[in-house]
């Protein structure tokens, strides 16, 4: 860090563009237009052999002579923000050389003299064998860790300074330190961390102004100017594109503390932004010539360049890295039969989606952790609040404690969240977390050997990097490290692809139901036509038999004539059979008539036609209440309870039998039956033999029967075969509850 503010007035640092002095290092003068002498630093005499007063409204002419001030006019004329140029002055003991910068600042002119030993501008060549194939070597390294401690090795060796240090600034301005190369004997500020106010705004906007900062000597006395104010705008001279400009008390009182007294600093920009800096310590004063700095400057701007290269390629590799967790993590729910189950069994890169440590996936009241997480109870009550604070499917926080007092409990594991709304029907979410900034930070912040031997140690707790750090510890507590743009578009991504899965599914499922309808339609038609067939011969077998019976029964013995009646009420049964047969297949295959029926009147006709046709037998049929009118087909439903009714009537042994027929209310529903549709329920109910437990779904099918056909009257074991069909044709479902020797209960839903 090359100053600091944390302690001090920041008014005071809001003009240091205008301290009215300079380093004494060089000399500064400040021009008319017509190139005279304005304003002069009072250190002039030590490098012009004349007093500065003496020089004030002289032209320029008089200390450079006519062509070399002709020089610096044509350099002028050029517009250019800023410009070099060597000057020489004529002196009684002989020339003196200066390195001269150049640049207009409001109406004046400044000039900025160092002393020099050579006349001439640096060659090619000398500048190609300073910079070595540090571009090359730079340009070469591909990962950014590497690229950024090459670049401090590099700016070492090529300026001799004991330790340089590459800061980078997070979004908020606090910086850290992200690369160091230094003294052995030194401590290290490697990962040393400081808050935004460190570097206050002013001192910020002249790091993007002027890329290259050089303070030789923290502790030399400055040089004034003389006067202080401008002539002509009656203001002291903006000095912000100064490289003499004079450093701020606090930097100095920073930077001494830290045992430094060079300071070089050079900016690093992306996108017009001071992205980071690279600071150049020394323990004594440290005069850099002119061409070292100017390589410095040079380089600066390469390492931007290249920096700006390798953070995009870093994003990219970032991007693609997460990209690739995140499919593997779809290939290994997709290919998971179970979405539920795959959610409940999270795969642990299901972290690496968002490069979180830790994870939740909550599905309704399910909650599964993954990683380091809250507990979850904790978890369970943070997704009670998040459903009443957080509307947006995707939300994320960076500081969990901030809005949410309850994390501070567990900041340690999720100072940040990121949830994700999987589904906004059912309590589907994902949570990720991060914890406090502070446990991935370790700067040990050990102190300096040979600060403690100068220093007391109120200094160096009040302005130092160590105070710093605490300063920053104080400030990101509770905040963990920032979700990135790529991270939360990969959680979106994560939950587009369950959708699409759960679309995909529930695709292939009805692709399954229009083949399965297709094919039970085929099966109908087929079933329809063969059973029709199959009528006629049969027809002919009973007829002939009966031929046989009545009029060539003497031709045969009592055995053959057994016989013949045998095949008489085999062929009536395999036609009764063949009968269902054709009735299921016509089920399958007319229309349905459906129309509002009052299911009074209907059962009202069902249960005339019981009681006429089983006349002497003794059974009740009690309705409770007043049955709802439904929608359905009423000659298919009059063919259900029929069926329904003849079987509790038939598979019953009581005295008297009873029958129950009603419906039930949504609230009289049980939790088996609470999944079906909120609908009307409706139940036969019988005092009968009853069902087994494990024999209550085969009655339904086609020719089923639990008894022999002599028992019970006898079925064909096909009217709950029937009853089902008609059931589902009105896309119904149809059940039985049961208990053995006392009842059954047959419900049915439309
Ligand atoms: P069937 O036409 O032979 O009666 P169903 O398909 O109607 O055939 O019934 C199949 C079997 O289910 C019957 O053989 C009988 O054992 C059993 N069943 C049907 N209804 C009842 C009932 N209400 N009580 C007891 N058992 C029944």
Not at 95 to 104: G, I, L, N, P, Q
Not at 207 to 225: D, E, G, V
Not at 440 to 468: C, F, M
């Amino acid at each position: 860090m090359s100053s600091t503010v944390s302690q001090y007035n920041s008014t005071k640092y809001n003009q240091i563009h205008i301290p009215g002095s300079i380093q004494p290092h060089g000399v500064l003068i400040a021009l008319s237009a017509s190139l005279e002498i304005l304003q002069i630093s009072d250190n002039a005499e030590e490098f012009f052999n004349q007093k500065p007063e003496d020089l004030l409204n002289q032209p320029l002419t008089y200390l450079f002579g006519a062509s070399q001030t002709q020089a610096l006019q044509e350099i002028l004329d050029t517009q250019d923000d800023s410009n070099f140029l060597k000057l020489t002055l004529e002196t009684e003991s002989g020339e003196r050389y200066f390195d001269v910068s150049v640049h207009k600042s409001e109406s004046s002119i400044i000039l900025e003299l160092e002393a020099t030993l050579s006349k001439t501008e640096m060659s090619f060549l000398s500048f190609r064998s300073l910079m070595g194939d540090v571009i090359l070597q730079i340009q070469r390294t591909s990962k950014l860790n590497d690229f950024v401690a090459l670049v401090v090795d590099k700016v070492k060796s090529i300026t001799g300074f004991d330790r340089v240090l590459m800061y980078k600034f997070d979004d908020n301005g606090a910086g850290s330190v992200i690369a160091e190369a230094k003294l052995e004997q030194l401590s290290p500020y490697l990962g040393l961390h400081y808050p935004a106010s460190d570097i206050p705004e002013p001192a910020r906007q002249l790091y993007r102004r002027c890329l290259l900062r050089y303070i030789p000597n923290l502790n030399a006395h400055r040089s004034h100017l003389i006067p202080r104010n401008n002539p002509y705008t009656g203001q002291p001279l903006d000095l912000s594109n100064a490289i003499l400009r004079s450093f701020h008390d606090c930097c100095v009182e920073y930077h001494q503390n830290m045992g430094v007294s060079a300071l070089l600093v050079i900016s690093l920009l992306q996108d017009q932004k001071l992205w980071g800096l690279i600071t150049c310590h020394h323990s004594t004063p440290k005069y850099l010539v002119s061409e070292i700095r100017t390589a410095c400057g040079f380089l600066g701007q390469i390492i931007s360049l290249e920096l700006g290269n390798k953070l995009i390629n870093e994003q990219l590799d970032y991007k693609n890295k997460l990209q690739s967790s995140q499919s593997q993590f779809i290939a290994s729910i997709s290919s998971a039969d179970n979405l539920i189950e795959a959610f409940a069994h999270p795969d642990p890169r299901l972290l690496d989606i968002v490069s979180a440590n830790g994870c939740a996936v909550c599905l309704d009241n399910e909650i599964t952790l993954v990683g380091a997480t809250p507990n979850i109870e904790e978890v369970r009550k943070l997704i009670e609040w998040t459903q009443s604070n957080v509307d947006d499917d995707l939300f994320s926080t960076d500081s969990l404690p901030k809005i949410y007092p309850s994390a501070q409990a567990f900041k340690d594991t999720a100072s940040g969240l990121l949830i994700l709304r999987i589904s906004r029907i059912r309590n589907y979410y994902i949570l990720w977390f991060r914890p406090e900034v502070l446990q991935t930070v370790n700067w040990a912040g050990a102190p300096d050997p040979y600060l403690d031997s100068h220093q007391s140690e109120d200094t160096i707790l009040n302005l130092s990097p160590r105070k710093s750090f605490e300063l920053w510890q104080e400030m990101v507590r509770f905040t963990s490290p920032p979700w990135m743009q790529c991270e939360l578009e990969s959680a979106l991504n994560l939950r587009n692809a369950i959708v699409g899965i759960v679309l995909t599914k529930t695709d292939e499922l009805a692709k399954i139901n229009l083949e399965l309808e297709r094919s039970n339609q085929e099966l109908d038609s087929f079933a329809y036509a063969a059973s029709h067939d199959l009528k006629e011969p049969l027809r002919g077998i009973h007829n002939y038999s009966n031929i046989l019976i009545e009029d060539y029964a003497h031709l045969f013995d009592q055995e053959g004539f057994e016989y013949l009646t045998t095949l008489v009420t085999l062929t009536q049964r395999m036609d009764k059979l063949i009968d269902v047969l054709l009735r299921l297949s016509q089920l399958g295959q007319t229309e349905l008539r459906k129309q509002p029926t009052d299911l009074n009147n209907l059962l009202s006709q069902v249960i005339k036609v019981f009681r006429a046709s089983r006349q002497g037998e003794n059974f009740e049929i009690r309705i409770p209440k007043t049955l709802p009118i439904i929608e359905c087909d009423p000659i298919l439903i009059n063919e259900l309870f029929s069926n329904l009714i003849s079987n509790s009537l038939k598979y019953n042994e009581q005295a008297e039998k009873l029958l129950e027929i009603g419906y039930l209310d949504i609230s009289q529903q049980t939790k088996q039956q609470k999944d079906i549709p909120k609908s009307v329920i409706l139940y036969v109910q019988d005092n009968g033999i009853g069902i087994y437990d494990h024999h209550k779904e085969i009655i339904f099918r086609l020719f089923k029967r639990l008894h022999p056909k002599e028992k019970y009257g006898g079925g064909t074991g096909a009217g709950l075969a029937i009853a089902k069909k008609i059931v589902e044709r009105h896309g119904g479902k149809i059940w039985v509850e049961s208990t053995y020797g006392q009842g059954s209960t047959f419900f049915f839903i439309l």
